[in-house]
């Protein structure tokens, strides 16, 4: 019994047959204690976002009293100045100039136009500019004088100025100059490169003057 024992521990001598034994209470103990850390990083995560909120809120400021009924927005988005465009994006580009809808009221950015419109249209961006999700009553002489309004402004072209709702006029300023720059650059190599072609043109009236056969192509 004793020899068979020993040939089952094998040549190192160490007895593997048993079974490997696990402290549940220590294990559950550190499982509780991550799901803790966890939950505190959630809950202040949650509360800096929320205090920033706060911060951005006019009402909390004590700057005005009372927030007023939802308006409509009296400008004209647009949404696709940007498409087909390249930009260069780093680790030190502001955020307000990094691809995607920036949002100076709010300071965030929205990666795609869906999320932008949703962003806009919500409660806590609506209540940063001091405004409720509560919609006015119209009443038939608000209704006449809208169509009024409308009817005007069907004759009228669109505004030049119109552009995203918290982008940065002068970042779209720089950003169509640069393109302006790099057209530029382009044509004048292209010039230069026609004018060098020009130069080494040789007559073929000259090259027989001179004594040249010509420069033509060998090809048949």
């Not at 030049?160 to 640069?178: M, N």
Request: charged fraction near 45%; include cysteine.
């Amino acid at each position: 019994m004793a020899d068979r024992q020993l040939a089952k521990k094998g040549k190192s001598g160490v007895d593997n047959t048993f079974r490997r034994t696990w402290d549940k209470e220590d294990f559950a103990e550190k499982a509780a204690k991550r799901e803790k850390e966890e939950k505190d990083v959630e809950e202040s995560a949650l509360d800096a976002k929320k205090r920033r909120r706060l911060e951005r809120d006019p009402l909390h400021q004590g700057l005005i009293v009372e927030r007023a009924k939802l308006k409509p927005r009296g400008y004209q988005l647009d949404l696709s100045s940007r498409l087909g465009k390249t930009q260069v994006v780093t680790n030190s580009t502001p955020l307000n100039q990094q691809a995607g809808y920036y949002c100076n009221v709010c300071e965030c950015i929205l990666r795609d136009s869906q999320s932008y419109l949703d962003h806009i249209n919500g409660k806590y961006h609506n209540r940063a500019l001091g405004m409720s999700m509560t919609v006015e009553k119209s009443t038939a002489d608000d209704v006449r004088k809208k169509f009024e309004e409308l009817k005007k402004d069907k004759d009228q072209p669109m505004p030049v100025d119109s552009v995203l709702d918290g982008f940065d006029r002068k970042v779209l300023e720089a950003q169509e100059e640069e393109e302006r720059e790099r057209q530029q650059k382009k044509d004048r190599k292209r010039d230069r490169r026609r004018d060098e072609e020009e130069e080494y043109e040789v007559d073929d009236d000259m090259a027989l003057a001179l004594g040249f056969g010509g420069f033509g192509s060998s090809k048949r």
